[in-house]
């Protein structure tokens, strides 16, 4: 954590927010996420890094929620437990029929790349918009992560076809509706030459007035505050960090 820090002050940034993953009831075969336990480590690690560089930048501690609607009271109640700087919503994980098994919408792994292969992929689309609405009515989010980021690395795959614009416009009135903001996620724009979401679901956002808040999404310390510089991205956010 403490080199993500120096990374953020080496680029010149007076804020920056950790989002941790949190999930609950997934299986997978690769864990991406924390435990209760780990979560203590991380806020006890980002406490003292909070006053060790209290003089040089802001550090808050947040986290990017997975849903799971067979799992929420046991979500909201983690979520409870703590207090959080910024309580990112987002749905990494769709269950296959009554299996126990899970599709990661996120992943770029071979195996996981095959398997999403074989179902319709806006049917796939839909449905996670449907549990992202679901999720930002149910949990105490404060922001809506990497809104369209789901299946991107398929194929073929058309966020803005005409049949998801219905859906999308009732995901981003819900989001208005629970006073969140929405990411702009700047990791997309190495994946598709622009940020996550569409420069057309900004403009929707836009339209009803709902901030925005600028993220890297940053896996590596190098790559804070990537593509933060950018002027057409400043330009569309409300709140950059």
């Not at 007076?14 to 336990?37: A, C, P, Y």
């Not at 319709?120 to 992560?145: N, W």
């Not at 859906?167 to 981003?172: N, S």
Request: with cysteine; hydrophobic share 35%.
């Amino acid at each position: 954590m403490e080199e993500y820090v120096l990374s953020g002050i080496n680029k010149g940034l007076n804020r920056i927010i950790f989002l941790e993953h949190m999930e609950e009831g997934v299986s997978s075969q690769k864990k991406t996420w924390l435990t209760d336990e780990e979560f203590d480590n991380y806020f006890t690690e980002g406490k003292r890094l909070q006053e060790k560089y209290s003089k040089d930048i802001d550090i808050g501690l947040g986290v990017e929620c997975g849903y799971n609607p067979e799992q929420v009271q046991t979500i909201i109640k983690r979520l409870k437990n703590r207090k959080w700087d910024e309580i990112g919503i987002s749905c990494h994980f769709l269950k296959i029929g009554a299996s126990d098994q899970y599709l990661n919408m996120f992943s770029r792994s071979p195996e996981n790349l095959k398997l999403a292969a074989t179902f319709d992929i806006d049917v796939v689309f839909d449905d996670y918009l449907s549990l992202l609405t679901e999720a930002v009515q149910r949990l105490p989010g404060t922001m809506l992560c990497h809104m369209d980021g789901a299946l991107r690395f398929l194929p073929g795959i058309t966020p803005l076809h005409e049949n998801h614009q219905n859906k999308i416009d009732i995901l981003l009135r819900a989001v208005k509706e629970e006073n969140m903001c929405m990411e702009i996620n700047t990791s997309g724009i190495a994946i598709r030459n622009e940020p996550f979401p569409h420069s057309t679901i900004r403009k929707m956002a836009r339209a009803i007035n709902i901030p925005m808040v600028l993220s890297s999404d940053a896996h590596h310390p190098k790559d804070v505050g990537n593509y933060f510089e950018s002027t057409d991205i400043f330009t569309d956010s409300r709140h950059p960090q």
